[in-house]
Nanobody, 125 residues
């Protein structure tokens, strides 16, 4: 089993920044790719960003490109999502997810086996 705990969410004004963290514990040796997803009220869950196990490959939803950066520190079993130039439409609960089956930075939520409890990000206009 792998446990994921997100932190770093909060309330920020448009144009501001937040850094989300996803700390993994348990059988972290079985983890491969890690991703961030978000879900706004009344909307379906949306892929935001993903990173391969090595950290050499990343993948972003178009709306996050140039504003968000995903990174990982495997020594600390932690994945980060740096979010800059935040917009009100970024408001959502952000979830971290880990895959034990793929090394690739995939946007397909079906290949992620473990999910965190989520952290709320609210961007005011």
């Amino acid at each position: 089993q792998v446990q994921l705990v997100e932190s770093g969410g909060g309330l920020v004004q448009a144009g501001g920044s937040l850094r989300l963290s996803c700390a993994a514990s348990g059988r972290t040796g079985s983890m491969y790719a890690t991703g961030w997803f978000r879900q706004a009220p009344g909307k379906e869950r949306e892929f935001v960003a993903a990173i391969s196990w090595s950290g050499r490959t990343t993948n972003y939803v178009d709306s996050a490109k140039g504003r968000f950066t995903i990174s990982r520190d495997n020594a600390k079993n932690t994945v980060y999502l740096q979010m800059n130039s935040l917009k009100p439409e970024d408001t959502a609960v952000y979830y971290c997810a880990a895959s034990t089956t793929t090394r690739y930075a995939t946007s397909d939520g079906r290949v992620y086996d473990y999910w965190g409890q989520g952290t709320q990000v609210t961007v005011s206009s």
